[in-house]
């Protein structure tokens, strides 16, 4: 299946958003509980995003540079 590239844009958007909306509301994570390995939420929940946000990014960049059938071939885009 080949998707277009406006399509890869959009598919691509949340995962570039997603991370920024999670991290900028810090009104939603400000709390000790739930700790996980002693760290309280606020802490451990930041963490997490640093990986998640990694995987997010990971995959929007495959989205967007996958590269098409004809460019694999050489040919234009």
Known sequence: ???SQS???LLA???LAAPLV???LP???NKM???LFGFPFFYWYQLLWVVLTM???SGAYFLVVQPTKSQKRGGPP
């Open 1 to 3: 299946m080949t998707l």
């Open 22 to 24: 999670a991290i900028l």
């Open 7 to 9: 399509t890869r844009y």
């Open 27 to 29: 009104a939603t994570y």
């Open 33 to 35: 509980e739930p700790t």
């Open 13 to 15: 958007a949340p995962l």
């Open 55 to 57: 995987a997010s990014m």
